[in-house]
């Protein structure tokens, strides 16, 4: 699929100015009158975060209406595309953020959404093609600008992806930092935008469908990184859930929101929720690249001529 690139225009101009209006005036409703905003306001107004996640899902509807028909992802991928964007809001810019400061396990869930499970949706859905045709040609000037060539090769190394999940993963999972991050909320925003940034790179790394001429790397390269990953967090994870020991006491002092889920409880189910789904994903790499295997060797075989005469006795994935 070849997308036409489009030059930054007026609904780009109108799209990006109402965001920028709307950001300007709920972040100065955080400020001034935190107590009376709905669920759905942020309880930290986190600007990137907020103008992030609406200008890619609007830079990625207007490439669904710029692509003609037949060449449109399906509606599982969009699905999953506007799924993983309305993931990251949610957790990130709602009064979730409160509740994720006020007990370890909601926390988690808020980590790991931002770091794994919204960014797999994201990638699943490989949204390249469509944000080609909506994303302004000059953004992809930007981004393909030979300066960062080198580093952005370097970052797109499935070994280099994983290291970079695994480390900032596990950084902000130390007490000593976490509780850092607890009451320093510019901390705490770079910790959730550090966690989008490092899972949107893994993720759009190791479950690129393409095969190694286009993504760079082979698909065994890519399901290695992918599945191995998991066992250092999966020790992690299971460290924290099953330990006697109270690491995160200072939700105690922050004011636990369910007091009837004791301190040793919140940590399990904080480190179950860090050490299963993750590790559900993970696994679910082998499959995703093994279809994806399937569907470039069936496009391969549509591709080949037959001689006249001929015909195939077998596929090479099905061996019919």
């Not at 286009?214 to 250092?232: D, E, K, N």
């Not at 369910?258 to 050490?275: H, K, R, T, V």
Request: with cysteine; net charge positive; aromatic share 12%.
């Amino acid at each position: 699929m070849s997308a036409t690139i489009h030059r930054f225009d007026r609904g780009d101009r109108l799209a990006l100015g109402l965001i920028a209006v709307a950001g300007i005036l709920i972040d100065l409703a955080c400020r001034a009158l935190p107590a009376d905003l709905p669920y759905l306001a942020p309880f930290i107004f986190n600007a990137p975060i907020f103008a992030g996640t609406l200008i890619f899902g609007f830079w990625y509807a207007r490439g669904l209406q710029r692509l003609p028909p037949a060449d449109r992802p399906a509606l599982w991928r969009r699905v999953s595309y506007f799924a993983g964007i309305t993931a990251i809001y949610f957790v990130a810019q709602t009064h979730f953020e409160y509740a994720a400061q006020h007990m370890f396990f909601l926390n988690r869930l808020q980590q790991m959404t931002l770091g794994v499970f919204a960014p797999f949706l994201i990638a699943f859905a490989w949204p390249r093609d469509v944000l080609a045709a909506g994303v302004p040609a000059e953004v992809i000037a930007f981004a393909s600008h030979k300066i960062l060539k080198l580093p952005l090769a370097v970052l797109r190394n499935p070994i280099v992806a994983a290291l970079i999940s695994i480390a900032v993963t596990d950084i902000w999972l130390l007490p000593s930092v976490d509780f850092a991050s607890m009451i320093n909320p510019p901390l705490y925003a770079l910790m959730n935008i550090a966690m989008i940034l490092a899972g949107l790179l893994f993720w759009l790394v190791v479950i690129d469908p393409r095969p190694k001429a286009q993504a760079g790397y082979s698909y065994l390269t890519r399901m290695a990184c992918g599945f191995l990953t998991m066992f250092p967090q999966i020790l992690v994870a299971a460290t924290v859930a099953l330990s006697e020991i109270n690491y995160y006491d200072f939700y105690d002092l922050c004011g636990r929101l369910y007091p009837s889920i004791s301190p040793l409880q919140d940590q399990l189910i904080g480190g179950m929720i860090e050490w299963i789904p993750p590790g559900l994903l993970n696994t679910a790499v082998l499959f995703v690249l093994l279809n994806a295997i399937r569907k470039n060797e069936e496009s391969e075989t549509r591709a080949t001529p037959i001689p006249p005469g001929r015909r195939v006795i077998e596929a090479k994935w099905t061996g019919r």
